[in-house]
């Protein structure tokens, strides 16, 4: 029987981030994680079935913006599962860019609860049989 579990894609470049999030979230959903966006672009294309991106916005290799870039060219369904979380957006083009788009922002640090519902939102909005 294959895992009922959502699986969620966390990309951020803090190590701290990446050893925590699979430890509180590892009961309830399959989490993998990459310390790059270039690393999750990856990932993506070799499996690309995840329930919930998770990306930090402000990362030096590949942002997010470029992320969702990327995704929306070549990974569209995709697209409504992808969810930023910054530490603070400090260009005018970051906050104009996440304003203009519908995909969810959390502000770090992210309370877990907060974040186990924003995941579970965009479970039950893109696969309401999960």
């Known amino acids: 029987m294959p895992n009922s579990r959502p699986r ?5 470049d803090e190590p701290a981030i990446l050893a925590v999030y699979p ?3 590892g ?15 990856d990932l993506i294309a070799t499996e690309p079935d995840f329930d919930v991106i998770l990306c930090d916005y402000m990362m030096p290799d590949l942002d997010g913006r470029a992320l969702y870039e990327h995704l929306r060219t070549h ?5 409504e599962r ?4 910054s530490g603070g ?8 860019f996440v ?11 992210i309370p877990l609860d907060t974040l186990c519902d ?13």
Do not use: H, W
């Open 23 to 25: 430890e509180v979230l």
């Open 99 to 109: 304003a203009s788009i519908s995909n969810p922002l959390l502000e770090k640090p």
């Open 27 to 41: 009961v309830d959903y399959q989490v993998v994680v990459a310390s790059s966006g270039q690393q999750a672009l």
């Open 89 to 96: 957006l400090v260009s005018e083009r970051a906050r104009k």
């Open 82 to 85: 992808l969810m930023f979380c």
């Open 8 to 12: 969620v894609l966390i990309i951020d």
């Open 75 to 79: 990974a569209s369904p995709l697209l």
């Open 118 to 130: 924003a995941i579970d939102q965009v479970v039950k909005r893109t696969n309401p049989n999960r």
